[in-house]
Nanobody
């Protein structure tokens, strides 16, 4: 079965950097558009960043210039490099996959999430 497993979350201080990984299995990774989302306590899940099968990327305005999404198809892994973290970045971060040639829009699969906590 398809599994998306996030890792790399943790407790950091404001201004720090962190890199999240999402290891995919049970699917042909290169056929899928991938994305990162997050959900803060009491809030809806928000889109953060996406990368298409061909490597095109797009970002939410809230993270543009601070976060970078990338993928390694040989390792079936999605990454999210985060810099200049702020307390408002505190959330559970999820990766997602959609079998599409375009950018991710309605994911077919979700990971279980990894907690990122940014202290001030």
């Amino acid at each position: 079965q398809v599994q998306l497993v996030e890792s790399g979350g943790g407790l950091v201080q404001a201004g720090d950097s962190l890199r999240l990984s999402c290891a995919a299995s049970g699917l042909t990774f290169s056929w899928y558009a991938m994305g990162w989302f997050r959900q803060a306590p009491g809030k809806e899940r928000d889109f953060l960043a996406a990368i298409t099968r061909s490597g095109s990327t797009n970002y939410a305005d809230s993270v543009k210039g601070r976060f970078t999404v990338s993928r390694d198809n040989a390792k079936n892994t999605l990454y999210l490099q985060m810099h200049s973290l702020k307390p408002e970045d505190t959330a559970v971060y999820y990766c997602a996959a959609q079998h599409t040639t375009g950018p991710i829009s309605t994911p077919d699969y979700w990971g279980q999430g990894t907690q990122v906590t940014v202290s001030s």
